[in-house]
Nanobody
Framework: QVQLVESGGGLVQAGGSLRLSCAAS????????MGWFRQAPGKEREFVTT????????WYADSVKGRFTISRDNAKNTVYLQMNSLKPEDTAVYYC??????????????????WGQGTQVTVSS
């Protein structure tokens, strides 16, 4: 059974930084991607970034390019999201997700098979 446990959310002032972590267990191969989505109140869940576990390739939403960095620790089966220069519009619940295989579209929530419980990120102005 795949489990994703997120940590690292919190309250930060605009311009500040936070680092989210997502530890995965139960994954049996390297043919998957781990990504982050976010959902603000009243809005749809949106893609933030994802990383291929096989070769480390990364993809980012335009809204976070240059400010957010996704990375992975293979030994710990953990993915990190370093968020810098945070803005109030980054406020949302952030979800870690796993996409098994390479089907679907990597920036669409329905392409992902497993989800974490979410962690709140609040950026004050």
């Amino acid at each position: 059974q795949v489990q994703l446990v997120e940590s690292g959310g919190g309250l930060v002032q605009a311009g500040g930084s936070l680092r989210l972590s997502c530890a995965a267990s139960g994954l049996s191969s390297s043919s998957y991607s781990m990504g982050w989505f976010r959902q603000a109140p009243g809005k749809e869940r949106e893609f933030v970034t994802t990383i291929s576990w096989y070769d480390g390739r990364t993809w980012y939403a335009d809204s976070v390019k240059g400010r957010f960095t996704i990375s992975r620790d293979n030994a710990k089966n953990t993915v990190y999201l370093q968020m810098n220069s945070l803005k109030p519009e980054d406020t949302a619940v952030y979800y870690c997700a796993v996409r098994v295989g390479y089907g679907g579209v990597l920036d669409r929530p329905h392409s992902y098979n497993y989800w974490g419980q979410g962690t709140q990120v609040t950026v004050s102005s």
